[in-house]
């Protein structure tokens, strides 16, 4: 729909979303006090510039020019390391998705879901953020704080077989109660899973009895759901170990089996080998687990490393005639896509294309393997960068984690082009006004998220 002008210039609000679903709503002068304050802290060299204030009432290409303005000054902001950090920048986006879904500050009970099925119910503020939920549920079961850092709160919705889609992991800009309510839907829920990749993580985790069963609860609930792969023995000595209540055991034969620590995603459609292939996406160990039928009804099965991915980005094509903003992630009408370019042989490299509503979350999981695999190779460790105290009180919202995925503001916008960029670094706010003229952006050279583990090969490896 075109811009309708507004006679009073405050009251031209903007739409920020957050992996397709709105966020929340911000007018001008709320983001001009945020730039004030991350000035007044940060000094005026390390801000971007702000859009100007005018005096007279703008036109609706005025609106739609300081609507791009507006995006690229919260881009930038975002994608600056100390700036996209900030508790300022966070605490404000996190305060005005309090105001825009019109929920008072209260004590509330939260129920979060264990891999088993088991429901933890941890009494919080709503204005609670993320890391202040996920401590809660942590001390609720008795978890230590060294290990706490080890797990992540994940967004997901129950499938009628009872199992989980998953819809991304939950942020440090977001309140999980507000996010969650928000929906109005009962089959979104939020679950407690371990957040890193490397097996080898475990033996921290089963060091304490709790990190031992919830990594237990973890493996059997992903072997019933068929995410690991058991053979007629494999299941026979699994049953016998469950049966002796041999956790440790358990796992260390779990580890051994054919996708153990992956993130089994729904069945969707890729172009490779070739178009309209229907795929099931496995993320785990370092790379991208492909179960491809082919046209001729054939399986086929193929592994694409994370480490010979040069980039990828998301993107979404948005129906003229979406539904309202707020609608729920992984409706039909927003398609979403994941594409990555990769490095096929020594000079050959190849976009490679996944179409599904998991495409952010998929997304995520190829960001924090990157961030874990830096982490190694920097000769980080998981424990001392997930470590929480500071001179014995628990850090409230500032603590570093090593491998954690940047958080992803950008989305689908139904008034905009049918083809939107959904995100550029993965860590970009999409702004626009709740009424403006669209405008065609095509996606850029630059829109997608370079890849710092990225790894030539030789003919060697081939």
Request: hydrophobic share 35%; charged share 25%; net charge neutral.
């Amino acid at each position: 729909p075109m811009l309708q002008s507004d006679c009073c210039l405050s009251l031209q609000a903007y739409n920020i979303h957050v992996n397709g679903v709105l966020h929340c709503r911000v007018r001008y002068s709320q983001l001009l006090g945020l730039h004030e304050q991350l000035r007044k802290e940060y000094g005026a060299n390390v801000v971007p510039a702000f859009p100007r204030k005018k005096i007279f009432t703008l036109t609706p290409a005025e609106v739609e020019q300081r609507r791009e303005q507006l995006e690229k000054y919260m881009q930038a902001v975002r994608q600056d390391p100390t700036l996209g950090g900030s508790e300022t920048f966070n605490s404000f986006l996190r305060k005005a998705q309090q105001e825009t879904q019109q929920i008072p500050t209260e004590e509330v009970v939260l129920e979060v879901m264990l891999s088993n099925g088991q429901k933890v119910k941890v009494t919080i503020l709503t204005s609670d953020q993320t890391e202040d939920v996920l401590e809660a549920v942590a001390s609720k079961l008795d978890l230590p704080d060294d290990l706490v850092g080890y797990f992540s709160l994940f967004l997901v919705r129950e499938t009628k077989d009872g199992a989980f889609s998953f819809v991304r992991k939950l942020q440090e800009f977001e309140l999980p109660y507000v996010s969650v309510t928000s929906l109005h839907n009962a089959e979104f829920r939020i679950i407690l899973r371990k957040s890193y990749w490397d097996s080898s993580y475990d033996d921290d985790v089963m060091e304490h009895h709790v990190g031992l069963n919830l990594l237990y609860a973890q493996t059997v609930s992903d072997i019933e759901h068929r995410w690991i792969l058991v053979n007629k023995e494999q299941h026979r000595q699994l049953k016998s170990l469950q049966e002796k209540v041999s956790k440790k055991e358990f796992i260390r034969l779990a580890q051994t089996l054919k996708y153990y620590g992956y993130l089994k995603f729904d069945p969707c459609v890729t172009d490779f080998p070739e178009k309209g292939c229907h795929v099931v996406v496995s993320a785990g160990n370092n790379e991208l687990n492909f179960q491809v039928r082919l046209p001729n009804e054939q399986i086929k099965e193929g592994s694409f490393k994370v480490t010979r991915m040069r980039c990828w980005r998301v993107t979404s094509s948005v129906p003229m005639s979406n539904g309202p903003s707020g609608s729920s992630p992984g409706k039909s009408e927003v398609k979403l896509e994941l594409a990555f370019e990769y490095l096929m042989s020594k000079d050959r490299l190849q976009w490679v294309t996944i179409t599904s509503p998991q495409a952010i979350m998929l997304s995520i999981c190829l960001q924090s393997m990157v961030d874990e695999l830096m982490v190694k190779k920097s000769g980080g460790s998981i424990r001392k960068m997930f470590r929480r105290r500071a001179n014995g009180a628990l850090r409230r919202s500032d603590s570093q984690q090593a491998v954690k995925s940047p958080p992803l503001l950008d989305s689908p916008d139904p008034s905009r082009e049918p083809m939107a960029k959904l995100s550029s670094k993965l860590t970009s706010v999409s702004l626009r006004g709740i009424s403006h003229s669209s405008s065609a952006n095509e996606v850029g050279t630059n829109d997608f998220h370079g890849n710092y583990a990225f790894e030539g090969i030789g003919d060697e490896d081939l």
